[in-house]
């Protein structure tokens, strides 16, 4: 059985090293982003494959992408210490041009090979009703 391709942005983080573990646990073939050696370490440790690279920087690892059955958003984008309403629009606007980056760079893929893209920022829960 062929073992199904995954990366995952946010595998280093609280949340991603457990999809980690899972997905690799499931037979899944993890690629994870990390920005640094540690980030590596931890990934190798978890049986992933590291992939250097910031996930708002997409052409220096979309081809990780090619042939994924899926590319996971974990990322969470730094909060400032006060969370009003300019904050938290700042912080959207920022969380929509990285994902926009992510889907220009996805589209450079022959359509065959992209991923299905799971994005799981949290952002939109600061968003007031």
Known sequence: MKMKKMLLLGGTGFVGREV?????DAGW?????SRSEAGDVL????????VRGDAAEPWGWVEEARGAAV???????ALP???GRAEIQAVSRLRQEVTSGWLSALAGLPPAER??????SGVDDLEPD
């Open 43 to 50: 990934l190798r440790g978890l049986g992933a494959t590291p």
């Open 71 to 77: 590319m996971i958003d974990l990322v969470q984008p």
């Open 20 to 24: 980690v573990r899972v997905a690799v």
């Open 115 to 120: 991923p299905r893209l799971l994005s799981v």
């Open 29 to 33: 073939q993890v690629a994870a982003l």
């Open 81 to 83: 210490a006060r969370l």
